[in-house]
Nanobody
Framework: QVQLEESGTGLVQAGGSLRLSCAAS????????MGWFRQAPGKEREFVAA????????YYADSVKGRFTISRDNAKNTVYLQMNSLKPEDTAVYYC???????????????????WGKGTLVTVAS
């Protein structure tokens, strides 16, 4: 059983930056791909970014390419999401996720996530 705990919630102005962290523990997190999803009010949960501990490929939603960067600290089993040039439409609850494959999470979405964090709220003011 993998536990995921997000941190980094905040209110930022449009154009600003914020970094989210996700600490993975329990089970063997390195056996899973890690990623971020988000859910805005009244909308479905959507894929944001993902990577595999065992590979070098990363995947991003088109809406965040060039603005968001997913990265990792192997020693801490921690995943980060650096968010730059934030827009009001980025406002959402952001969830850390662990699944069997990064590409699967990217292409097929939340159904293929095995573990979720509790989520952290990001609000971007216009």
């Amino acid at each position: 059983q993998v536990q995921l705990e997000e941190s980094g919630t905040g209110l930022v102005q449009a154009g600003g930056s914020l970094r989210l962290s996700c600490a993975a523990s329990g089970g063997n997190p390195r056996n899973y791909a890690m990623g971020w999803f988000r859910q805005a009010p009244g909308k479905e949960r959507e894929f944001v970014a993902a990577f595999s501990w065992l590979g070098t490929l990363t995947y991003y939603a088109d809406s965040v390419k060039g603005r968001f960067t997913i990265s990792r600290d192997n020693a801490k089993n921690t995943v980060y999401l650096q968010m730059n040039s934030l827009k009001p439409e980025d406002t959402a609850v952001y969830y850390c996720a662990a699944g069997s494959a990064a590409q699967t999470m990217a292409q097929l979405g939340a159904t293929y996530v095995d573990y979720w964090g509790k989520g952290t709220l990001v609000t971007v003011a216009s």
